[in-house]
């Protein structure tokens, strides 16, 4: 016994030490287990009532509008102003809806609306007879601007805790790097999800990619992916010279934010190849000096979940020099549930004119963590923990940036980890023969 008593010791000490030596710092704070998926139906009886009600950007001064109703003789119809109850301005859109195994979807309409004056807050109905009023503030059109950027959100009590936390902060925009709903084929889900999310995406624009947990293909019986995330998010792709709903950019303030499909084709010889090699080089970094990337499954990553996943490797081979070529500044990626931020780096090497990679899969959802790292810890990983939450990234000038993340820490906001950055475009450096 003494002899195992003993044994067990030594093993507890090494135990320890390496925790010291790989993980950093020995916290107290205990992991909080997943929460439960929360469905949520729809509180109102009357089935032309707008729900779900969600919007996005449009062009520099344009806002769509996106909303589901059960009945199907509602018009597409938005009337808004600047002044609560008073709407002088009315615009029409389309309505479409869906069909997925024995699922129809309700009517879906969207609306796009404008041109809007920026930090505005405007005041809109959904349907011309509606008695709900909804308003948003519209982004700036100059710096300082303020992101909030939360990954695989999912629908469960952390995600209700994320939700709270976001809509406490100043953020101008959203930006989500993939798997929203985890509504997983169970389409009544996604309902759900735009019903949770809607106190906070009818007030400020939610700007989306796709993740894995959109996909939703089955073989022989369903077999186009994307076909609820397609109808129910639909973002500004044309605007940007796509033709897919699964990559697109846009310019709010001073920062071309450039959303990439994981999950679609990203080869040298492919469509979204190209379109992102042309939108890179229209850049013009005096109106633009920052460029975000966002990507759901990351090219860097010391989780062990996810790790030598094709969407990773194959994508940052693909596509990693066009990034480095054009002074990327932050990738933001989702997927693994935790959060890791690395440096500047390239071609898996500490790199001054290279992004910062930055993991956000840690917004709720029902999987939970992804609690185990490699180690040692890579040196290019400057921080990593696998805890719920999300991060701001506030824009403050042409220059300078701080980035924030904070965990749910037991529902209470708690500030980890935060750094400045400074755009690359202001790097002589970094600049390009
Ligand atoms: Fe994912």
Excluded at 36 to 51: A, E, G, H
């Amino acid at each position: 016994m003494a002899v195992q008593g003993r044994r067990y010791l030594t093993l507890q000490i090494i135990a320890v030490a390496f925790a010291v030596l790989y993980g950093g710092v020995v916290s107290s704070y205990v992991r909080p287990p997943p929460r439960k998926t929360l469905f949520l139906r729809n509180s109102d009886d009357d089935s032309s009532s707008p729900q779900q009600v969600h919007i996005s950007l449009v062009g520099e001064d344009k806002m769509r509008i996106s909303w589901i109703t059960d009945d199907s003789s509602s018009p597409a119809t938005v009337n808004y102003g600047t002044s609560p109850g008073v709407y002088d301005n009315s615009a029409d859109g389309n309505t479409t809806s869906y069909r997925y195994l024995l699922f129809k979807s309700g009517d879906i309409h969207d609306v796009v609306i404008g041109p809007l004056k920026p930090n505005s807050v405007y005041y809109y109905i959904c349907g011309p007879n509606s008695a709900q009023e909804f308003s948003f503030k519209t982004p700036p059109a100059q710096f300082p601007i303020n992101f909030a950027v939360v990954g695989d959100l999912g629908q469960t009590g952390w995600t209700n805790s994320t939700l709270q936390h976001i809509a406490q902060s100043n953020y101008d925009v959203l930006l989500l790097p993939g798997d929203l709903s985890y509504a997983d084929y169970i389409q009544p889900q996604w309902d759900s999800f735009g019903r949770l999310v809607e106190p906070l995406a009818s007030q400020r624009p939610w700007m989306v990619t796709q993740g894995n947990h959109e996909i939703e293909k089955l073989p022989l019986i369903h077999t186009t992916p994307f076909t609820s995330y397609n109808a129910r998010w639909r973002m500004p792709f044309e605007e940007s010279g796509s033709d897919s709903n699964l990559y697109y950019s846009f310019n709010v303030a001073g920062v071309h934010i450039v959303m990439l499909g994981s999950y679609t084709g990203f080869e040298q010889n492919s469509v979204q190849y190209k379109w992102l090699e042309a939108d890179l080089k229209k850049i013009d970094r005096g109106i633009t000096p920052w460029i975000v990337v966002l990507i759901h499954a990351p090219w860097y990553n010391s989780n062990t979940a996810h790790q030598g996943e094709y969407e990773s490797v194959s994508m940052k081979e693909a596509m990693e020099e066009l990034l480095y070529k054009a002074r990327v500044d932050v990738v933001f990626a989702g997927h693994v549930h935790a959060y890791e931020r690395f440096t500047r780096v390239y071609n898996g090497k500490a790199d001054n004119c290279g992004p910062v990679h930055i993991t956000v899969g840690d917004g709720g959802n029902r999987e939970g963590l992804a609690s185990t790292y490699i180690n040692p810890k890579p040196e290019i990983s400057m921080f990593r923990e696998a805890s719920f939450g999300h991060g701001q990234l506030e824009v403050v000038n042409a220059t300078h940036a701080e980035w924030k993340w904070q965990r749910n820490d037991n529902d209470k906001p708690y500030a980890s980890d935060s750094i400045w950055l400074k755009s690359l475009s202001s790097d002589p450096a970094c600049k390009l023969p």
